[in-house]
Every structure is written in C-alpha cells, then in structure tokens.
C-alpha cells in the first residue's frame, strides 16, 4: 500500500513562496489521484489542489487559483505543490493525500476520508 510523506513547509512572509513535496513509498501514485488538504487552527479541513496520476488533470480551490501549481514526478513517485504569493490566510498544517475515487472537483470530499493519508507538514505565513 502507498505510504505517503511530506516535506517543505516552513515560515515565510506574506508574497513569498514555498514548494511542499509528497513522496509515495510502498507503491506506486499510479492508480490515485494526489493531493493536498490544508487545516487552519479553528477551521476546518479544505481541498486544496489534486493531480491526477493517471491523465496529469489538476484541480485548485478558488481560494488558491492563480497562486499554487501542483505537478508530479512519476519516475520519483512525488508531487509538488509549488506555492506563490502567499498570503497570511494561507497559514495551515497542510496534508498530502491520495484517493483512487476522487477527482478533480470532488477532492474537497477528501474531508470525510480518503485512502492514505500524509502526516501534516506546517505553513506559516506572517503579514
């Protein structure tokens, strides 16, 4: 079974950029679609972004569109989240995921499960 990591969060000041990175060991992504959750303190859990592994389709909440671009390194078995313009509302624990069911505009149903689960890496941003 997939055994997901995550890597790269840190603190950064609002307008700056971080890359996270979710390396898959155990299996390969191939067969799921992978991606991102993020947890503010006192918030719920949100989708952030996913790729598909299978078509490299990409799918953004509203809230990040034109700032994060997420990719993948099949050959590596990792996705990046590459994280520009960051802004203060972005400071979370953000999770990486993968799903063999969920797709692009249903990531956000992730919330309720999915099938692996990363540990958070954190993401601080001050203004």
């Known amino acids: 079974e997939v055994q997901l990591q995550a890597f790269g969060g840190g603190s950064v000041q609002a307008g700056g950029s971080l890359r996270l990175s979710c390396a898959a060991s155990?299996?390969?992504?191939?067969?799921?679609?992978v991606g991102w959750f993020r947890q503010a303190p006192g918030k719920e859990r949100e989708g952030v972004s996913c790729?598909?592994?299978?078509?490299?389709?990409?799918y953004y909440a509203d809230s990040v569109k034109g700032r994060f671009t997420i990719s993948s390194d099949n050959a590596k078995n990792t996705v990046y989240l590459q994280m520009n313009s960051l802004k203060p509302e972005d400071t979370a624990v953000y999770y990486c995921?993968?799903?063999?069911?969920?797709?692009?505009?249903?990531?956000?149903?992730?919330?309720?499960?999915?099938?692996?689960w990363g540990k958070g890496t954190p993401v601080t941003v001050s203004s």
């Open positions: 995921a993968a799903d063999r069911s969920l797709v692009g505009e249903t990531w956000y149903i992730g919330i309720y499960g999915v099938d692996v």
């Open positions: 155990g299996s390969t992504f191939d067969d799921y679609t």
């Open positions: 790729i598909s592994m299978h078509n490299n389709s990409t």
